[in-house]
């Protein structure tokens, strides 16, 4: 999954799931919202705050993310719909320019710590991505401005 922190930095959404269409979907039913539209308030979350303030990379159960971040009867109710019980999630920073920008995470019923190194690269990958769509995007505008001022 990918989170990206809002504009004013005190909350993270998601932008990418890394969970099967189906269960999402699920997931979603049970709790009422569109995960894409829900934000995760970096005050009231310490496992997403130790990745994207202090810079760590921490490995949790999905299951406590849930309850962290909804009241626990609805927690119990995602965690089921998407079977997050026994699912263990390693999340790490993502980086645009040196600067923590987000948070990347991957789970499975069966991480280890040594899979660690793996997700922090994979981040970096991810971090790397996001920063040449960036300078992408600053390229193109130019172009698009300059295509506009020869069709006037």
Do not use: W
């Amino acid at each position: 999954s990918i989170l990206l922190l809002t504009d004013d930095g005190a909350k993270l959404r998601l932008t990418e799931a890394g969970f099967p269409a189906g269960e999402l979907e699920a997931a979603q039913r049970t709790a009422g919202a569109r995960a894409k539209r829900h934000r995760i308030d970096l005050n009231r979350s310490s496992m997403f705050s130790q990745v994207v303030t202090e810079g760590k990379t921490v490995e949790v159960k999905v299951s406590d993310i849930i309850a962290e971040l909804f009241p626990q009867r609805l927690a119990d109710s995602i965690s089921n719909s998407l079977g997050a019980e026994n699912r263990a999630c390693i999340l790490t920073p993502l980086r645009r320019h040196g600067n923590i920008t987000g948070a990347f995470g991957i789970s499975s019923t069966e991480l280890a710590e040594h899979f660690i190194p793996s997700v922090v690269n994979l981040a970096q990958h991810v971090s790397n991505a996001l920063e040449l769509a960036d300078e992408y995007g600053e390229r193109k505008r130019p172009r698009k401005d300059y295509q506009k001022l020869t069709r006037s």
